[in-house]
């Protein structure tokens, strides 16, 4: 007799990180992504850990508006990075990504991710935030520029990035590394939990 399977849930990523997208791919997911379109700059909270999550659901709410969306379960992320109590997500332009990166040399920041995620089915939600200390080495000033030059902290949160050219500019860190490449896994699998869906069930090669 054959074992029938249940069919895996349809899985929606609210990001247009590919770093996002390589971490779920990696832990057996196999989400379609579907670009929010929200305006960042226009969104603010308190702290930048607020600040996180409030972009996070705006991302998540976003796309579950939409109709191609229905049916499908949500997964909107977004990060910053906090360093002296302010939030520091993608830089301007080289300008800033220079000065930034001299700024945060030889010093400690905490990137904030914020997670929600959204059953379309039922209309249920979850969300929070995941934060992870950096620590970040003293990358000559030669460095700095041939980094900026590459054109990568142009495009990431705190203008780093674990899984890229910046790794040799950052000494360690405390925490979930996934977090800081733009998505913490342990917490999705919480707020899968809080949803009733086990993360297991979404793997496609059950």
């Known amino acids: 007799m054959t074992r029938m399977t249940a ?3 349809r899985l929606v990523l609210a990001s247009a990180s590919p770093a996002r997208l390589g971490l779920l791919r990696q ?3 196999a989400p379609e992504v579907i670009v929010s379109g929200v305006d960042e700059d226009a969104l603010t909270a308190p702290t930048p850990g607020e600040l996180a999550l409030v ?5 998540a709410d976003a796309v579950a508006a939409r109709p191609e ?3 499908a379960l949500l997964i909107g992320c977004d990060s910053v990075l906090e360093l002296d109590g302010e939030a520091l997500g993608k830089p301007a332009d080289a300008e800033e990504a220079t000065a930034r990166w001299k700024s945060m040399r030889g010093r400690s920041g905490v990137l904030r991710t914020g997670h929600c995620v959204i059953d379309t089915a039922n209309g249920r939600r979850a969300s929070a935030t995941a934060s992870t200390t950096v620590r970040f080495g003293e990358p000559s000033d030669a460095e700095i520029a041939a980094y900026v030059a590459s054109g990568e902290p142009l495009h990431v949160a705190g203008a780093f990035t674990l899984d890229g050219r910046s790794a040799p500019f950052v000494d360690g860190i405390d925490g979930d590394p996934g977090n800081v490449i733009g998505l913490s896994l342990p917490l999705l699998r919480t707020l899968l ?3 009733d869906i086990a993360i297991t069930d979404l793997w496609t090669d059950r």
């Open 69 to 71: 969306a229905s049916g």
């Open 55 to 59: 972009l996070a659901e705006a991302k």
């Open 27 to 29: 832990a057996g997911l």
């Open 193 to 195: 939990a809080e949803l």
């Open 7 to 9: 069919a895996v849930r």
